[in-house]
């Protein structure tokens, strides 16, 4: 049997560590976390330390609120220097989020951020701020919606949308996401299943099935349905992932008809420890 070089040795090493954590994560993407849940941290000062904490626990790709629509995320307008602190840390960042504000009134400094980082995809919360929409309303939100995408697709972005607040609510007896699914341009407009809105009856294996290829990424939380609803809160608690009554391996077989591209944590410190080691322990 001939003898194995000492390169040849290390390449199968390097080889097979990244097939076991391929195997490990589901999807097989890298774990991500959106930074928002630790904005503190941005907002003093301290995103090189925030990247650290993520990289020791397990995340290797980040999500971030754009320096122009979020005031704690100011600290990264500096492009370049973002995108620098990022190669230090061996972290990818393909996505932020982006207020509709910003897009409307200088999508083009928005754009130019995000592609100096690297970024590919730009995502926005909400189109609207009322939870009592009109029809009128949506057919509007979604009329500029595509007009926004149709600009970042000309310079290579793809423009996403996330639901919480006004893409939650119903119109004419039909929910406002499903009207939007309708609305705006497929080719234009992905989206972004945020999985907390369990508690508003959004289930996302049901979506990503319903809706194959409109998606491209997740927010993960995972929910506890059977405990009470928190007195003043709107939904029912949140809890780290595997900890709640989320149907994961559903899920994440049913994100790969949807589309679904890249997905994060988005929790604050000790649940997105508890969530990522979680992650880990998945079967793809």
């Known amino acids: 049997m001939a003898r194995l070089t ?7 090493v390097m080889a097979a560590a990244v097939a076991a954590r391929v195997k490990a994560n589901p999807l097989g993407l890298p774990i991500g976390s959106q930074t928002y849940p630790h904005r503190q941290l941005i907002k ?17 790709a980040v999500e971030l609120c754009s320096a122009y629509g979020y005031a704690e995320f100011g600290p990264l307008s500096d492009a370049k220097a973002v995108k620098k602190t990022l190669a230090d840390h061996g972290m990818k960042c393909e996505s932020a989020h ?25 995502i926005v919360a909400t189109l609207g701020g009322s939870r009592t929409p009109t029809m009128d309303d949506v057919k509007k939100a979604a009329e500029e919606y595509n007009a926004i995408a149709a600009v970042a697709a000309r310079a290579g972005v793809q ?39 369990i ?21 993960i939380q995972d929910v506890d349905m059977n ?8 939904g029912r608690p949140q809890t780290s992932v595997g900890k709640g009554t989320i149907d994961w391996a559903k899920t994440f077989k049913a994100a790969r008809v949807g589309g679904v591209k890249n997905y994060f944590v988005e929790q604050n410190m000790d649940l997105t420890k508890a969530s990522v080691a979680a992650l880990k322990a998945m079967n793809p």
Do not use: C
């Open 44 to 60: 003093e000062g301290d995103f090189a330390g925030l990247l650290k904490t993520l990289k020791e626990i397990g995340v290797e």
């Open 227 to 234: 405990a009470p609803v928190p007195e003043g809160g709107r």
């Open 159 to 197: 423009q996403a949308l996330h639901n919480e607040g006004f893409e939650s609510s119903s119109v004419d007896g039909r929910r406002t996401y499903d009207i939007l699914m309708e609305l705006l341009d497929p080719k234009l407009v992905k989206f972004q299943f945020q999985m907390s809105t």
């Open 6 to 12: 000492r390169r040849e040795f290390v390449a199968g």
């Open 199 to 219: 508690n508003q009856g959004f289930v996302a294996d049901e979506y990503f099935t319903k809706y194959p290829g409109r998606f491209i990424s997740m927010h």
């Open 98 to 122: 982006f207020s509709l504000r910003e897009l409307r009134e200088n999508q083009q400094k928005s754009i130019d951020w995000a592609r100096e980082i690297g970024m590919t995809q730009m």
